[in-house]
């Protein structure tokens, strides 16, 4: 059973930074896409960041030159690095794992909040 479990939320003043994880178990990470999601209260689901298995990544024009995503394969872990936050970022951010034929796994998701 594949499993993703975020982590490193929380409340941040305007400006600040944080660290948002995504643990993996019950799939072999390496192999699939990652991508980083958000929903704001009364707003869609949106798209923050990727990555592929190979490393590349692609960002959504409202994050691009604050947040960084990345991997490590051997823990089987992704990262979401939150710069220079602003309040219209306040969220839940959700990883998710592109499985292909298998569909997608999704993590509970983990709050952000940024106070102006």
């Known amino acids: 059973q594949v499993q993703l479990e975020e982590s490193g939320g929380g409340l941040v003043q305007f400006g600040g930074s944080l660290r948002l994880s995504c643990a993996s178990s019950?799939?072999?990470?390496?192999?699939?896409?990652m991508r980083w999601y958000r929903q704001a209260p009364g707003k869609q689901r949106e798209l923050v960041a990727s990555i592929t298995r190979e490393g590349v990544t692609n960002y959504a024009d409202f994050v691009k030159g604050r947040f960084t995503i990345s991997r490590d394969n051997a823990k089987a872990t992704g990262y979401l690095q939150l710069n220079s936050l602003k309040p219209e970022d306040t969220a839940v951010y959700y990883c998710n794992l592109d499985l292909g034929l298998r569909g997608n796994s999704w993590g509970q998701g983990t709050q952000v909040t940024v106070s102006s």
């Open positions: 019950g799939v072999l990470f390496r192999l699939y896409p």
